[in-house]
């Protein structure tokens, strides 16, 4: 199984286009941070009392809720850990960071992840097409080895280069940060969490782990989507075409969904977002992360019934 395993990786790092596109995340990346950097110096340091900001911020979140005849209890619940995370502020002399940092840029290159996931959905998407294209799946499957274990070997791979690609984007972005940025003041390099009621100080480190683990949940559905169409249907431009549609538009369309139809809680991405039950609101009122968990697992196991059920089962032709 690990000589299979082996023999995919080798494949993988042997094209051309691994390594173009290894570089080329590398280099978006580094834009996004000169970017960030431009835009600073072009607008000057922040002005004004940040506690008083706090407090005023506070009192507008206090007025909009009283003043609401009707407010969702989601709603409700992330304006009252908002306000108790700015009076802890207040209180404990926390002062948000007023330009970016190492760790603040590492935040927001989170969002980057779905250009990572672009990479691996082409790869995922190849992966077994190719080898019906090109003629040589024959050749493998009269290899020693059951039909499933040469299918995850392949899909293994393609994780394998997903991890690297994530990896690619947290140690860019923080050496890109480290650079531009710098540290920041020791005191506001903290991520403070509303838990059980009460506001708490988190290691910042473990928090943007976190982050960028939950964040590549959808991508890593979509990769496995695209996997399940490669093996299914054989066709790498049909996986990569509806893969990518859906990294792009998928959360715009269930965003749609989810405000006038209840049922777009049990879409895929309205659930591959678990940071909503810790730093915003769940989509659809009555969403807790329990249901998203659920929701993930039964399109986890669906891809793979039908990647692995199909392409076992059928007779092999080319």
Not at 228 to 240: H, K, P, W
Not at 282 to 298: H, K, N, Y
């Given at each position: ?198 506001v708490v100080e988190q290691n910042l480190?473990l928090y943007l782990v976190k982050t ?107």
């Open positions: 199984m690990l000589s299979l395993i082996y023999n995919e990786w080798v494949k993988i790092c042997k094209q051309k286009s691994t390594l173009l596109m290894i570089a080329l995340l590398a280099l978006i990346v580094m834009a996004a941070g000169g970017l960030t950097k431009y835009m600073e110096s072009k607008a000057g340091p922040a002005a004004g009392d940040w506690k008083q900001a706090l407090q005023a911020e506070n009192t507008s979140l206090k007025q909009n809720m009283e003043g609401a005849e009707i407010v969702a209890p989601s709603l409700r619940e992330y304006t009252n850990k908002q306000i108790a995370i700015n009076e802890y502020r207040i209180k404990h002399d926390v002062a948000p960071a007023k330009e970016s940092t190492v760790w603040t840029f590492m935040n927001d290159s989170a969002d980057l992840i779905s250009f990572a996931g672009l990479f691996v959905i082409i790869i995922a998407a190849g992966i077994v097409a190719h080898e019906f294209s090109w003629g040589t799946i024959k050749i493998l499957l009269v290899k020693p080895f059951n039909r499933w274990k040469i299918l995850l070997s392949k899909y293994i791979a393609v994780n394998l280069f997903f991890l690297l690609m994530l990896a690619v984007v947290f140690v860019i972005a923080g050496a890109t940060g480290f650079v531009l940025f710098g540290t920041g003041v020791a005191a506001n390099n903290v991520h403070l969490a509303f838990v059980n009621g009460a480190f960028y683990a939950l964040n590549s949940l959808s991508v890593y559905l979509l990769v496995a989507m695209a996997f399940m169409i490669s093996a299914v249907f054989r066709n790498s431009s049909l996986a990569i075409g509806l893969s990518v549609f859906l990294l792009l538009m998928g959360g715009t369309i269930t965003n749609l969904l989810a405000s006038k139809f209840d049922w777009a809680k049990y879409s895929l991405f309205a659930n591959t977002n678990l940071m909503q039950y810790y730093d915003g609101m769940p989509l659809v009122e009555g969403m807790t992360i329990g249901f998203s968990i659920t929701m993930i697992l039964i399109y986890f196991a669906i891809f793979h019934l039908l990647a692995f059920g199909i392409f076992t089962k059928r007779d092999i032709s080319v």
